[in-house]
């Protein structure tokens, strides 16, 4: 009998799949001929449990792969320095390259960096070389597979300003609403955001300690901001804070949540 998956190790490359039936959205400047060419290309796939989690040595050692294009699940990237830890949020849509610039000798100040998959497994679309060569076809899907890791970069801007906002608990309504925009569901009773994250995990997130962060979100709580739910989910109420220094102002009308409005 063979042994179980330990948890967050990357089970075996699986089979190809289609990479635009895995991520639709990377075709959308296609035309509807170069979107059935493109519908050709296939990348393989993998899947992590949840825990700590290594991309498979196979992907790290090719140097043309461009990395892993996350479709399900939710990972957390974990950067220490002495005792202070920041975690990163990422999800469906997301580019990967865990190899890339995550070693010691590439800080003077000594640092560590480990990743971790979130509640249920994670799934990837593997973008390695024989993935690479065929999209050299389709400069757009290159270009939008570029943009994603501008936009990541752009939303680590957003955290470290959040970061520098004074009030711990301005801070979580606001990266909690950013959540929101990338993850939530609006439903009859609010915006959900269906996050298994500890308030330590919070914390590393927006820069507080683990009480600090407890007490906060109590406050949040009173002031009819938000509730939570069962296993660290959170229910956003009223309107997400309309600019920085203020944490009750009405959003604009043209909120990505609110334009993904729907019934729960």
Known sequence: MTSATPRGETRKIGGPSSLLALEPDLGDALSAGERAAA????????????????????????????????????????????DTRCTELLGRGDILRPWSMDSADMSSV???ADWRVVGPAARFAVLDQHVTRQLGKWPQITAELFDRTIRRARWLSFQL???????????????????????????TD????????????????????RPTVTTALGRLREEGKLKSVTGGRWILLGDPPGFLGEAALGAPSDSPVHRAAEPD
Do not use: N, Y
Request: proline residues 6%.
């Open 39 to 82: 519908a050709q290309v296939l990348a393989p796939t993998s899947t992590a449990r949840p825990g700590p989690w290594k991309p498979p040595a196979k992907v790290a050692a090719d140097s043309s792969a461009l990395g892993f294009l996350v479709i399900e699940g939710l990972l957390m990237r974990r950067v220490m320095i002495a």
């Open 110 to 112: 000594p640092v560590e």
């Open 161 to 187: 300003a959040v970061c520098h906002t004074k009030q711990v608990r301005t801070r979580l309504l606001m990266i909690l609403w950013h959540f929101a925009d990338r993850w939530g569901r609006v439903t």
């Open 190 to 209: 609010g915006v959900a955001v269906g996050l298994q994250l500890s308030h330590e995990t919070l914390g590393e997130i927006v820069g507080a300690r």
